[in-house]
């Protein structure tokens, strides 16, 4: 049986949709989301040995406004030295510490269709911290999917490794017919947050976070600036 419906369970979560992070703090959902963004900008500077960058460099670099990045980050505490910028190593930790991607997120995809397996081959989960090693199916057609060979498991024993092998977050591209079934499933075996690629609402429990990417409407929306 689904569960009632969750109010928070959104595609484009407006900014005036908060969230408790820590304590009795509230935090816009719309600044979560820019963390990704601002952690990501970090580690390259980290990589290209840079120390520290103003909230000027942060914003040119992600096309923010330098206002809007020095509000986001004083959400999280106070990081920069006036005239002298935010110390990039410390920021980018506290932030997957915030978000956290400080520790490895064990990530199930379903359905290993035309979508499902170019996600599994993409290595861009497993670079930003996310353990993307299982996969279930209805039919196994390949035992394994990508580069880094991640196996394909029968549908009948998703409950059993979910549960084993403590996977926290669930990727969906079943058809839509079987997203309901396959989210009452997951939540029954201890997922509270799920990435559905289907284009269809699903009903979970309030614990339950679910995004949704639906790549038709993205293109759809831009196809209005084309006209
Ligand atoms: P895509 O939409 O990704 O292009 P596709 O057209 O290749 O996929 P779909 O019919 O959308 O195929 O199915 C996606 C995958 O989901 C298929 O591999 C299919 O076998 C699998 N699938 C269908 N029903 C279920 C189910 N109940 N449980 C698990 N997997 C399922």
Do not use: C
């Amino acid at each position: 049986m689904p569960g009632p419906k969750n109010p928070n369970s959104e595609d484009s979560t407006p900014e005036s949709e908060h969230q408790e992070l820590s304590g009795d703090r509230k935090i816009p959902a719309a600044v979560i989301k820019r963390l990704s963004l601002y952690t990501r900008a970090l580690q390259n500077l980290e990589r290209n040995k840079v120390e520290k960058v103003s909230s000027t460099e942060l914003a040119k670099e992600l096309g923010l406004n330098s206002a809007q990045v020095r509000k986001d980050l004083a959400y999280f505490g106070q990081f920069g030295v006036p005239g002298f910028g935010y110390p990039v190593g410390e920021l980018r930790k506290k932030l997957k510490h915030i978000l956290g991607t400080d520790r490895k997120i064990n990530v199930a995809l379903i359905g290993v269709g035309h979508l499902g397996k170019a996600l599994l081959s993409y290595g861009g989960f497993n670079r930003q911290g996310f353990r993307m090693r299982w996969a279930f199916d209805i039919e196994v057609r390949d035992k394994t999917i990508g580069a880094e060979k991640v196996p394909v498991y029968n549908i009948s024993e998703l409950e059993q490794v979910v549960r084993r092998e403590n996977i926290e977050l669930v990727i969906l591209t079943v058809p839509a017919e079987a997203a309901q079934g396959i989210a009452d499933r997951v939540v029954g075996a201890g997922v509270s947050a799920i990435l559905n690629f289907v284009p269809k609402r699903i009903q979970t429990p309030p614990h339950v976070k679910v995004h949704y990417v639906d790549l038709a409407i993205e293109m759809e929306s831009l196809s209005f600036y084309l006209r």
